[in-house]
């Protein structure tokens, strides 16, 4: 239809970091119940893998985000931080 904008499909948006993290910690509990049949484990502990390697995609692309905008010039400038007890960093000296 004219005018109406389009809308992407949900199943190409991917998960963002919190929500892959918050799906693997479900996993974890469940397979860590016990309760489960082999076959049901099984698929669980795949599914976290892909979890797990999903997590650190989006770790390794903000890390890589960081140190381009720590960069400046030709030179990169890496900084050390110490984390505080709220989960934020503070610079080390």
């Known amino acids: ?26 996993v974890v509990t469940r397979l860590e119940s016990g309760d489960l049949p082999l076959d049901e484990a099984l698929a669980g502990f795949e599914q976290g893998v892909k979890l797990t390697r999903e997590c650190q995609g989006a770790l390794s692309a903000a890390q890589q985000k960081v140190q381009v905008l720590l960069q400046r010039g030709e030179r990169l400038v890496m900084e050390d931080f110490e984390p505080l007890a709220g989960g934020e960093a503070a610079p080390t000296e």
Do not use: W, Y
């Open 1 to 26: 239809m004219p005018g109406k904008p389009e809308v992407a499909d949900a199943a190409a948006i991917p998960p963002s970091f919190e929500q892959s993290l918050a799906q693997l910690e479900a």
